[in-house]
């Protein structure tokens, strides 16, 4: 495992923690793959609380942004988008979903007309759904 599986790994499923137990019986080839994507949730979705201002948290948002780009590119940073890049053609060559996953996030900030927890959470589940989609493709369960 390479510094940057590790780093996913650390972020995402730590042990104990329910995607850990959620992959525990999972082959490790699927762990390598599944684990990115949710490091990056976990990565994006903890700009939202890291900042009390909401030009940083917007900062932090356009930089991923520039970074999925990057991964889109071929020219990825960070450990959890070099880790992308490495798993599937898919992502690498299709990085849709985790922009419209990044814009959902960012609207989720920027929309002055979220009026409750149940407006917030259905916006950030919105968001999830792009992980989710590429999850199901990468164990097959999804449509190609």
Same mark, same amino acid.
């Given at each position: 495992?390479?510094?940057?599986?590790?780093?996913?790994?650390?972020? /995402?499923? $730590?042990?104990?923690?329910?995607?850990?137990?959620?992959?525990?019986?999972?082959?490790? &080839?699927?762990? *390598?793959? =599944?684990?990115? +994507?949710?490091?990056?949730?976990?990565?994006?979705?903890?700009?939202?609380? /890291?900042? *009390?201002? $909401? !030009?940083?948290?917007?900062?932090?948002?356009?930089?991923?942004?520039?970074? =999925?780009?990057?991964?889109?590119?071929?020219? $990825?940073?960070?450990?959890? *988008?070099?880790?992308?890049?490495?798993? @599937?053609? &898919?992502?690498?060559?299709?990085?849709?979903?985790?922009?419209?996953? =990044?814009? *959902?996030?960012?609207?989720?900030?920027?929309?002055?007309?979220? @009026? !409750?927890?149940?407006?917030?959470?259905?916006? +950030?589940?919105?968001?999830?759904?792009?992980?989710?989609? =590429? /999850?199901?493709?990468? @164990?097959?369960? !999804?449509?190609?």
């Amino acid at each position: 495992m390479n510094v940057h599986q590790i780093y996913c790994r650390e972020k /995402a499923a $730590p042990d104990g923690s329910n995607l850990y137990y959620a992959l525990l019986f999972e082959s490790e &080839d699927l762990k *390598t793959q =599944l684990r990115p +994507l949710f490091a990056l949730h976990y990565e994006i979705t903890a700009c939202l609380s /890291a900042s *009390t201002d $909401p !030009g940083v948290t917007h900062m932090k948002l356009n930089w991923w942004s520039e970074e =999925l780009t990057r991964l889109s590119e071929g020219n $990825p940073h960070h450990p959890i *988008t070099v880790s992308l890049q490495s798993i @599937t053609d &898919d992502i690498r060559n299709n990085s849709a979903p985790l922009l419209n996953y =990044l814009t *959902t996030i960012h609207s989720i900030v920027m929309k002055q007309s979220i @009026t !409750g927890f149940d407006d917030w959470f259905d916006s +950030l589940t919105q968001g999830l759904g792009h992980i989710w989609l =590429l /999850a199901s493709r990468l @164990t097959k369960h !999804g449509n190609p």
